[in-house]
């Protein structure tokens, strides 16, 4: 007798901690008929660009992560969605509509992934001085990323992991940058979860640092950009996945416009596009099928608010215009209030959240002090991936939770002649940039939650 309860509770607490996973997906195509009637603003290059038309399905897609089924112990969801970025403010709706379901959760992560080819959920892309967010649309989003977030939830099941870190010449050379140091964050990190009874995957979820903007300024239609392709492949070759694709650290100007590719294939093509998408899928797919499974017997989420003074003429000016629409409320000390997270799945893969777009040298290391620094005596961030974390494999989420433009580092910082490194104009950056204590901030609250002070 004794040792059948001794059994029986040793089981109860394998049970427990057995790795449970799920996915869920909606789609967030705009809910258009006719787009000739409609005015649907493509977010990321020029104002005003309406969309003509629609390529490829866009989705709200989460992976809900947890030891233990749901009930017994809250999970960790990972939403990654086709959208050119999405406020705070909207991440908070996200949340609240879930707690009104009564959905407990340990973290919500909204990860966009910035497609250029979306509609406009940031009010920048509008005609002239108005705002080119449509607030159904954005509703929309709202209410479908909270549906598949509730779906993964509910799809739970004891599941198996695999994680891999990919690492290749190919992956480096999609990226073109145009602003030194030339620094890429171009690693694929994905973790698989598969059904543990039956083997069948379940969710894949890719991390990658690039720009969807291989479609370039001139297309017209509504699309994923490489996304969709990489997804579709994934789904292709795992058959049963649900494929997530969180953006990384891909400010300062990680882009695969100007990048070659093999036969030739030109900026501004569908065919460039998935090319790309493809290829990252099949090495991704081809690295996961060579890997053992990996214990995950806890998983962590920990986030923290911070204030970042905004120094940002446009940003200001855009405030009082109201082309937000209503969101991103001031500080009264003038800073504007936004997250940063931190996960880690058991000892195997740890993820940093920045709420936008990261100089990738913040995460790998390697900033470079250039004469024409507008704060040449800064002190030099710790770098995310290279220092503040310690697990095999390291994920970055780019626009993750939030998007207050470039976080570029400071000791980079500049806004005032002479320009870095002598060059002639001013470098692209620091007027999509909130400011330049956003770096030091953001950095200074991940190695809080990292525990590396
Ligand atoms: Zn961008």
Redesign the pocket.
């Known amino acids: 007798m004794h040792r059948r309860i001794v059994l029986a509770l040793v089981c109860a607490l394998g049970l427990r901690a057995q790795f449970h996973a799920g996915a869920g997906s909606r789609l967030i195509s705009p809910d258009v008929q006719d787009y000739s009637k409609a005015k649907v603003y493509l977010a ?1 290059f020029d104002k005003d660009r309406k969309a003509t038309g629609i390529h490829d399905p866009l989705y709200a897609r989460c992976v809900a992560l947890g030891v233990g089924p749901a009930k017994a112990s809250p999970p960790l969801l990972i939403c990654g969605i086709d959208s050119i970025g999405l406020f705070w403010d909207d991440v908070l709706r996200i949340r609240k509509a879930l707690t009104s379901r009564k959905v407990v959760y340990k973290g919500l992560i909204v990860a966009a992934s ?1 497609s250029h080819q979306t509609p406009d959920t940031m009010g920048l892309w509008g005609p002239g001085e108005k705002t080119g967010i449509d607030e159904k649309y954005t509703s929309l989003v709202v209410e479908r990323t909270a549906d598949a977030a509730v779906e993964a939830i509910r799809r739970m099941v004891p599941a198996r992991a695999r994680v891999v870190t990919v690492r290749s010449p190919e992956l480096d050379r999609f990226i073109d940058d145009d602003r030194p140091p030339k620094r890429h964050d171009s690693d694929v990190v994905a973790l698989e979860a598969l059904d543990a009874k039956s083997g069948k995957p379940l969710a894949v979820l890719l991390n990658w640092a690039n ?1 969807p903007e291989a479609l370039g300024s001139k297309n017209k239609l509504v699309s994923a950009d490489y996304v969709a392709r990489l997804r579709t492949r994934i789904e292709e070759l795992h058959l049963g996945a649900v494929a997530v694709f969180a953006n990384g650290a ?1 400010g300062g ?1 990680q882009s695969p416009l100007g990048a070659e590719v093999p036969g030739g294939l030109k900026d501004g093509t569908f065919e460039k596009a998935d090319y790309i998408g493809a290829r990252v899928a099949d090495m991704t797919c081809a690295a996961l099928d060579k890997a053992a499974d990996v214990e995950i017997g806890k998983v962590e989420y920990r986030e923290k608010m911070i204030r970042i003074p905004v120094s940002n003429a446009g940003f200001k000016v855009a405030m009082e215009k109201n082309i937000y629409n209503g969101r991103k409320a001031w500080n009264p000390d003038g800073t504007t209030t936004t997250v940063v997270g931190m996960f880690r799945l058991g000892t195997v893969l740890e993820g940093a959240t920045v709420p936008g ?1 990261l100089y990738p040298e913040l995460s790998m290391g390697g900033i470079e002090r250039y004469r024409g620094a507008d704060f040449p005596d800064a002190a030099l961030e710790p770098a995310i991936k290279g220092s503040l974390m310690r697990a095999p494999h390291r994920m970055l989420l780019g626009l993750a939770n939030d998007e207050v433009g470039y976080i570029i580092p400071k000791a980079e910082w500049d806004d005032a002649a002479p320009w870095l490194n002598g060059a002639k104009k001013r470098w692209y950056g620091e007027v999509n940039s909130v400011g330049p204590e956003a770096a030091p901030l953001i950095a200074k609250a991940l190695a809080e939650l990292f525990g590396a002070n």
């Open positions: 990321g910035h720009h891909l100007m777009e």
